[in-house]
């Protein structure tokens, strides 16, 4: 069974910083997903990876795809109060595109 | 225009009592899935469907099932609701090769 290990559980800043949050997987990565949560409502997708190596930018969010596909890091520049919310990196599983989760990076932003 | 709606959005039950949840979508997306949110826990598979009336088990089936008749609808029951099952129930859709689709969730209590 895969275990996706997400790092650090709980990040509190304030805006304008800068973060780095960790997905690293149990085995290589089939395609990697991130979601971003808000309170209330359901996981969003924010982007999927696929390539190890690769890196892929969304406004201020980076994300990167370690080389031998077993880990993915999400870099927020200029963290803003809007980026308030759980994480999650999730990846497919088996058939019917199943996807197993990560427990997430819980992120609180303050001005 | 959700493309997902989950129903109901809140719900208090008594122990032992039967409950169905409805996830209703206007994608015409093949996969449904019911999930699970927990602390400490993420998000667990409980059901999946990759078809009218194709269902399969997920990692935490045991107290739940699931039909779908239709396209757009897929139900979860809880046969005989417990404690245990106090929890956030995420309904999420997908077509082939894209991410997930989540409802906005339903917070159920049994007490």
């Known amino acids: 069974t895969q275990l996706l290990e997400q790092s650090p559980q709980f990040l509190s800043i304030q805006e304008g910083e800068n973060l780095t949050v960790y997905c690293n997987s149990s085995s290589v990565f089939s395609s990697l997903q991130w979601y971003r949560q808000e309170p209330g409502e359901g996981p969003v997708l924010l982007v999927t990876v696929v390539t190890g190596g690769e890196v892929k930018k969304l406004k201020r969010l980076t994300f990167q795809f370690g080389d031998a596909r077993k880990d993915s890091s999400l870099h927020i520049t200029a963290a803003q109060t809007g980026d308030t919310g759980l994480y999650l990196c999730?990846?497919?599983?088996?058939?019917?595109?199943?996807?197993?989760f990560g427990t997430g990076t819980r992120l609180q932003v303050t001005l | 225009d959700a493309g997902i709606t989950q129903s109901p959005r809140h719900k208090v039950t008594e122990t032992g009592t039967p409950v169905t949840l409805r996830c209703h979508q206007t994608e015409n997306h093949r996969y449904m899935y019911w999930y699970r949110q927990d602390p400490g826990h993420g998000l667990r598979l409980i059901h999946y469907?990759?078809?009218?009336?194709?269902?399969d088990k997920g990692e935490v089936s045991d107290g739940y099932s699931v039909s779908r008749s239709k396209t757009e609808d897929f139900l979860l029951t809880l046969e005989s609701a417990t404690s245990s099952q106090t929890s956030v129930y995420f309904c999420a859709i997908a077509g082939s090769g894209d991410g997930y689709t989540f409802g906005s969730g339903t917070r159920l209590t049994v007490v």
């Open positions: 999730a990846d497919t599983t088996g058939t019917a595109s199943k996807l197993t």
């Open positions: 469907s990759y078809g009218v009336k194709d269902t």
